[in-house]
């Protein structure tokens, strides 16, 4: 888990203390669509996972991105 959370901290380009697991993907200092598409994009480079743009949008934490990864 940690790993991850380091990951989406790169993507947000903040410190890994800025974040947790509950935080709101869409509530972190940051936040775009171009985030939101690098997320994407990041997940499928580093786990292999393919995540469609409606999977994304369902979810709400980064636990939840974690978890799309982690099926």
Do not use: H, W
Request: glycine share 4%; proline share 1%; hydrophobic share 40%.
């Amino acid at each position: 888990m940690e790993k991850f959370l380091e990951l989406m901290a790169e993507v947000y380009d903040l410190d890994v203390s800025e974040i947790s697991m509950s935080s709101d993907i869409r509530k972190i200092e940051g936040f775009s669509s171009l985030i939101g598409f690098s997320i994407i994009v990041t997940l499928e480079d580093e786990y292999g996972v393919t995540l469609t743009v409606p999977e994304f949008l369902e979810c709400q934490t980064i636990e939840d991105l974690y978890n799309k990864v982690n099926k």
